[in-house]
């Protein structure tokens, strides 16, 4: 097992790596930092969790607005439950759409224990969401989210009609095999800068927008997720990391990807560097690329006014 310098476990890392990792959300429009123009109803802070079992499993989840159509259903990021998803991006989306924040298996309020492969992640998303009698959604998935949406378009065509991704890349990912490192270097830093760290830029601009998400998305006080544990982060880490083992045949196999999809990465992303979200929209036949400036991991955060408002658009076409 990996050691930091200071002799913490890199376990133990990980661990408290993940928490806040977790707690990368959004942003807004102006990178400047001010606050996104206030929306109508606050679905995020209110919603309440409920549950739905499959499988021997009791998927945790928050139905978000009441609009007609086909539902959005939101899939998170490494270390994250429902609650790391920022009100700035759902309650814009809900505006619009009827959004599904949940529980994969074995993260915050759902039981079971979480796989370790972005296969089996893929296949209990398929479970919760045929569990919840729906015959047609469309996927948001940010980095690994974005894994387990791809794997779900290929497995499950027929049940999804349009594919955000955000953060993300294909099997294979150039740099994402890198990811014990940038854990590792976060050894010695508080949550908040591990948070932006993976999320942000080291502008000035970002860095202040981060700050701001860092507070915001704690706003919700009761009826919250625990965090991952011990096994539901290593699991994810491990399932991440054999994403990122070469692959030579996956951008061949996005190819048979027929539905919309969008994808929108920062320019200046870490974990999951920008060249990959090139490369898988360059092979999906029905795919757009939106890249957005001075952007980390958490573009579609930073800039969350014109993301809901690309979305939203994207969506309804």
Known sequence: MMKINTGVSFKSVLFSTLLAFGLISCNNDDASGNQPAP??????????????????????????????????????????????????????????????????????????????????????????????????????????????????????????????????????????????????????????ETFLTFGFTKSEASLTAGKASYQRIQQRKTDRDQPLSQQAGGAQLTAVLAWAKPAPHALNELKAIQQPVLFVQGKNDVPVPVINAINASQSIPNANLVVYPDAGHAAFCQYADRFVQEAVDFLAQ
């Open 39 to 192: 929306v109508t109803v606050d679905y995020h802070l209110t919603a309440k969790t409920q549950f739905v079992e499959a499988g021997g499993v009791k998927y945790a989840y928050r139905i978000l607005g009441d609009q007609a159509g086909t539902p959005l259903v939101l899939l998170a990021s490494l270390g994250s439950s429902m609650d790391d998803w920022d009100p700035a991006i759902t309650n814009g989306l809900a505006q619009k759409h009827k959004v599904i924040l949940f529980d994969n298996r074995g993260v915050g309020s759902s039981t079971g224990q979480v796989p370790a492969t972005i296969a089996e992640m893929a296949t209990d998303a398929v479970v919760f969401i045929k569990a919840m009698g729906l015959t047609k959604v469309d996927l948001m998935g940010f980095s690994m989210g974005g894994f387990i949406t791809q794997q779900i378009l290929l497995t499950e065509p027929a049940l999804v009609h349009r594919a955000i991704l955000t953060g993300t890349g294909p099997k294979g990912s150039e740099g994402l095999a890198n990811l014990p490192n940038i854990i590792a270097s976060t050894a010695n830093l508080t949550p908040e």
